[in-house]
């Protein structure tokens, strides 16, 4: 199994609830953290060449889950610069797409293949400053439901997940007044866990979804509903 932005957040709690379930997990992260395989999702020849590494070493590959993301840059939409929004379509976006087609073959070869991808609430929302991470986390739904459709006839199941407030260390480091706002539109009155969130990806992986592909999975306490 491949896992981007594994030293992340999320991305930690996924590898450590695969590990657990006895999966062989090729950590992947951005250069200069301390994942096994380490390179830019956004540079294509270095995710090819790592994925394949990475295949090489778990001697095939079964799934990925492409979860390495931005949420860098806030800034109301007429002034976001080029540079900004190349710069999260390129990570969320394109990285996601470049790690999950390079890893086609060994997907198709293991004979079920599974690719979860890790969109956002804030791809349905629309929250104001977020206009790239937004369009970018949107992609990855029509993405995922395009290489369900694409893809089922190589055995690849292919499925997004959709996470609200998760507490990271990056949410948890928001402003008190921000996270208590966020919370007011959560029925569940509180954010995610790291571990509730990489449970979602562990069943979307596991046999017990076997009859699920190109759907959505919110794991977000029922963020917004109370607002509709
Ligand atoms: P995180 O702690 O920042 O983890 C993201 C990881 O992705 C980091 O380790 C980061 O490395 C890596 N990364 C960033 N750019 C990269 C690149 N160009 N190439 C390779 N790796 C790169 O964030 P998180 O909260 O765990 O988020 C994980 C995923 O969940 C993201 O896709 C995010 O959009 C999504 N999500 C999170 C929440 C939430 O509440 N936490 C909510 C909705 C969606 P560096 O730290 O070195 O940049």
Redesign the pocket.
Known sequence: MIV?????????AIVEALGSADCAVAA??????D?PF??????RAAVKDNVAKAISGLGGCDSVV??????DTIHRAERFSEDEWRKDL???LY?AFFVVQAAFDGLGQSGDGRVVL?????AEVGSPGQVA?GAS?AGMVGMGRTLASEWASQGIRCNVV??????????LAMPAEVQDGAKTAIPLGR??T?EE?AGAVSFLLSPAAAYITGTVLRVDGGFGLLLR
Not at 66 to 71: D, E, K, Y
Not at 162 to 171: C, D
């Open positions: 981007t932005g594994a030293a992340g957040g999320i991305g930690r992947c992260d951005a250069p200069g953290t994942a380490s390179f830019d999702v956004r540079d492409a979860n390495a993301g931005i949420v390129e990570t969320n990285g890790i969109s956002s609430v804030g991470y986390k959709m996470p609200g407030f998760i507490a990271t260390p990056k949410v954010f995610g790291t969130l």
